[in-house]
């Protein structure tokens, strides 16, 4: 179980995808924390439009928990799937099967009691925060149907303080730090063999039969 961490914008889900290509699909799969972010369908767009997505209280991780243990017990688990744009869960339409290697990341895995023990390896990705911001603004006023003033008031309300009291302190528990500025080539062979060298630790440890 592999736990990729960083602010919003700094690069962990380029990362995850990247490091999920190296290994390839037989060994490794992603999930994304951002899937489980509660449903808020019960309640009208003007009120799940001021909810604070950046704190763990906004997430079911409870529910992350439970499906992290079973694909590590050998069982498939519901792939979720969640809109941002309405702030709702999609349907289930699919199942994540169990594999070597589960890639899962979020900016807030670290900062959740009931999360952050289930992880064999802690990466943190550590970008500047203009550069966070950035790609943040990029990307939800491309992909999640945001304007520049939500993008910025959201950033400036919830985003920073929630990165200074929960994201930030993660880097301390982290097994490994990584720049989200340098090529992705890199950093993924970086964390790739971080991954090797506890896999054949853990395979040195087990008795033999």
Do not use: W
Not at 16 to 44: F, K, P, Q, T, W
Not at 137 to 162: H, I, K, N, W
Not at 182 to 193: G, L, S
């Amino acid at each position: 179980m592999i736990g990729i961490v960083g602010g919003s914008g700094s690069g962990k889900t380029t990362l995850a995808r990247s490091v999920c290509a190296n290994l390839g699909a037989e060994h490794a799969v992603r999930i994304e924390h951002d899937a489980y972010y509660h449903d808020l369908s019960h309640m009208e767009p003007p009120e799940r439009a001021v909810v604070n997505f950046d704190h763990p209280r906004a997430l079911d991780n409870a529910r992350l928990g439970d499906d992290l243990d079973a694909l590590r017990a050998g069982r498939a688990v519901p792939e979720l799937r969640y809109c941002f744009a309405t702030h709702t869960r999609k349907d289930v339409v699919s199942l994540i099967d169990p594999h070597p290697v589960v890639v899962v990341e979020g900016i807030l895995l670290f900062s959740v009691d009931v999360l952050r023990p289930r992880f064999d390896l802690r990466v943190f990705v550590d970008t500047p925060p203009d550069m966070r911001f950035l790609r943040r603004l990029r990307r939800d006023v491309a992909e999640r149907g945001r304007t520049v003033e939500s993008v910025c008031s959201q950033y400036l309300d919830t985003v920073r303080p929630m990165h200074e009291e929960f994201v930030e302190p993660a880097k301390e528990v982290a097994d490994l730090v990584v720049s989200g500025m340098r090529p992705i080539e890199t950093t993924t062979r970086e964390v790739a063999a971080e991954i090797a060298r506890r896999r054949e630790r853990a395979t040195r440890a087990r008795p033999s039969s």
